[in-house]
């Protein structure tokens, strides 16, 4: 009699079908996730990150002034599969979103969940504001998240399994990670803190351990060649940028409300819940390391005063551990679904606050209506539209009118004249949009522009973007208007005059090395 109550729960769940089945309903939710990016990709324009990396892929090199290779090698990757089809374009990062979905029920599944923790996990992925923004551009941010929680799975499967093979795996992703975004070093700072204050400490002289940081070098190694070779240029462009205003920089209790606010703030609990749970219960024990790599994070970036969402890698472990653990303290059914029927409205409200879903004026409208919005993490004259919208508007009007200007030239002048852009966002449109106005490449002395050099141009004719025009009257001999870049829904510093200049004072390609702007 014993033996038939215990084995009849699970001759229930035998016969529950397929579709009911946790993995089932969390392969649903990142379907909804990929879907929802997708219907975003071609609304409004390409975005000012994507067509620098598009720039940069048609340099290929083991690095840049500002990122590692890897994304340069997936956006050109992108462009020859699809062109320039912002569908296309943006086609990995809303699989990326998908999987990081799926991934984050996985863990939730690997710590014990059941169906309804499994799906409250990939659902606080799917609502979150700031995974909707990274995962709707082609740029490192889509994939970071993706690449941290693939290693914090792997631990899992250590920690369930107990083969140290998995750290070889562990070491390959974090040398892929470091070639896509140096920050996967701060996960796996964590994870070293996490590994000496666990049990697991035991695994710092394995032997797969060690290969797994071989692997994680090798991979590693071109790019930190190029670096050497280069004289570390992130670091001068780090340096830089702290010397400017450009990042906001919260203190420890801002930078906090920040991530409520990002993460959407109906999944707090969930977080919340999943840092109680690691540390607090004995059933959360087991997978502490992944709490103590949280901690590690947060701590320093909030120390370091980082920008609101470098943290957000890491929220997806945080959102698989709580699931478990709300589900193991609400029995409750009708709470539990009560809950996550709210979780998925909030999403739907803020899907148009960090998707292009919306006509910019109805968007203005639906965010002013409800007072809602995304933090800022940096200081830029935005206009009307925040800036990770204002940036995917005017990039075209602007080329079109370089074009005005460029064909107005006589064929003899026109042939030596140069496109010079003061930031790379202008120079990377140019040569995003350019071919379909004849065109050439545009020059500019920002971030890895100035590695390519003048080419050929000598500076007797120069098209300006992105100036006042003051320096440029003193180091030409004449210096005219002859266009307006003025796009309504364009960032404030994106609105400029066209200077057509004459008559370089000195060559450029002597002058060109004085002329390094990096940050």
Known sequence: MNA??????????????????????????????????????????????????????????????????????????????FGTSLVGLRLLPALAGAALVWLTGAMAREMGGGRFAQALAALCVLTAPIYMLMQHWLTMNAFEPLLWMACAWCVLRYIHTEDLRWWLLIGVLCGVGLEMKYSIALFALGLMVGLALTPHRRVLGAKWFWLGMLAAFLIFLPHLVWLIRHH????????NVRLTPRDIRRGPIAFLLDQASILNAVSAPVWIAGACWLFFRRAGARWRILGWTFVVVLVVLMAARGKNYYVSPAYPMMFAAGAVGLTELVRNA????????????????????????????????????????????????????????????????????????????????????????????????????????????????????????????DGSTVIVLGSDGTGDREHFQSVM?????????????????????????????????????WG
């Open 334 to 457: 009708w709470v539990r679904g009560t809950y996550a029927a709210l979780l998925a409205v909030s999403g739907m409200v803020l899907a148009p606050v960090a998707l292009p879903l919306l006509p910019p004026q109805t968007f203005l409208r639906y965010q002013q209506s409800l007072h809602i919005g995304i933090p800022k993490a940096e200081n830029q004259q935005t206009g009307p539209l925040p800036q990770y919208f204002a940036d995917e508007f005017g990039w075209e009007d602007m080329v079109r009118q370089t074009a005005a200007v460029y064909w107005s030239l006589p064929p003899a002048e026109r042939a030596r004249t140069a496109i010079f852009a003061n930031d790379w966002g202008e120079a990377a449109a140019v040569d995003f949009f350019g071919p379909r106005y004849g065109l050439p490449r545009a020059i500019s002395p920002h971030n890895n522009y100035w590695f390519w050099g003048p080419r050929d141009y």
């Open 4 to 81: 038939s109550a215990v084995s009849a729960p699970s001759a229930a769940a035998g016969t529950r079908p397929w579709y009911l089945s946790g993995a089932a309903i969390v392969a649903a939710i990142a379907a909804v996730k990929l879907a929802l990016q997708l219907c975003a990709a071609p609304h409004y324009g390409i975005f000012r990150d994507e067509m620098y990396y598009l720039a940069c892929a048609q340099h290929p090199a083991w690095g840049y002034v500002d990122h590692p290779p890897l994304m340069p090698m997936i956006a050109g990757l992108a462009r020859l599969l």
């Open 232 to 239: 570390f240029p992130f670091l001068e462009y780090e340096r």
């Open 481 to 517: 208007a002859a266009g307006t870049v003025d796009n309504p829904w364009s960032r404030e510093d994106e609105h400029f005059t066209i200077w057509l200049c004459r008559g370089l004072h000195w060559d450029l390609r002597a002058l060109w090395p004085q002329l390094k702007q």
